[in-house]
Each structure stands twice: as C-alpha cells, then as structure tokens.
C-alpha cells in the first residue's frame, strides 16, 4: 500500500511564500513522475507541476516563476516551493505520483492566500 504525506499549507498573505512537502512510502515501483495538482472550490484538479525522474520541470502558466518543484529521489519526497503568493492560489494542494503500477494522491493540503 502506498502512502503521501503531505505538509506545508496554511494561511499567508498575499507575496508571501508557503513550502508544501509530500513523501512517499509503501510498495512503490520505480516513480517515473512526482507532482502537485490544485482544486479550489468550483474548480476541476488542475496541475500545478510536475517533475520527471531525470528532473524535467512542467509547471502550469499562472505559476511560472514563482513556484518551483524539487525532489529527493532516494527519500522519494518532492516539495513545492511556493513564492509571490497570490489570492488565486487559493486551494486544496494534492501530491500526487505516477510509478510503473500506477498514480497515487494525497489527500491534499490547504493554502489560503489573504489579500
């Protein structure tokens, strides 16, 4: 069984910065893909970014420069570090990993951006 803990939301003002973390345990089989997905109230999951085994980076446009996405391939851990937070941000973060069996999500965690 695989498990995500994910840590890091909270409230912040806006321009400020929040770091979410997410590691992974349980029977996993060689994670391909590390990422975080997004879902504010209304709203489908939408992608924030993702990371590759060999460390390509995709990140959604609204976040471009101000997020950025790293991982720790021997602790299977990814974190997304979070900068110039804006009330749009506002949502439920999801961590979420692809391996060669599967994709596995967390149960997210909220970031709550104040103007």
């Known amino acids: 069984q695989v498990r995500l803990v994910e840590s890091g939301g909270g409230n912040v003002q806006a321009g400020g910065s929040l770091r979410l973390s997410c590691a992974a345990s349980?029977?996993?089989?060689?994670?391909?893909?590390m990422g975080w997905y997004r879902q504010a109230p209304g709203n489908q999951h939408e992608l924030v970014a993702r990371i590759t085994s060999d460390g390509s980076t995709t990140y959604t446009d609204s976040v471009k420069g101000r997020f950025t996405i790293s991982r720790d391939n021997a602790e299977n851990t990814v974190d997304l570090q979070m900068n110039s937070l804006k009330p749009e941000d506002t949502s439920v973060y999801y961590c979420?990993?692809?391996?060669?069996?599967?994709?596995?999500w967390g149960k997210g965690t909220l970031v709550t951006v104040s103007s």
């Open positions: 349980g029977r996993l089989f060689g994670i391909n893909e």
């Open positions: 979420v990993i692809k391996d060669r069996i599967g994709g596995y």
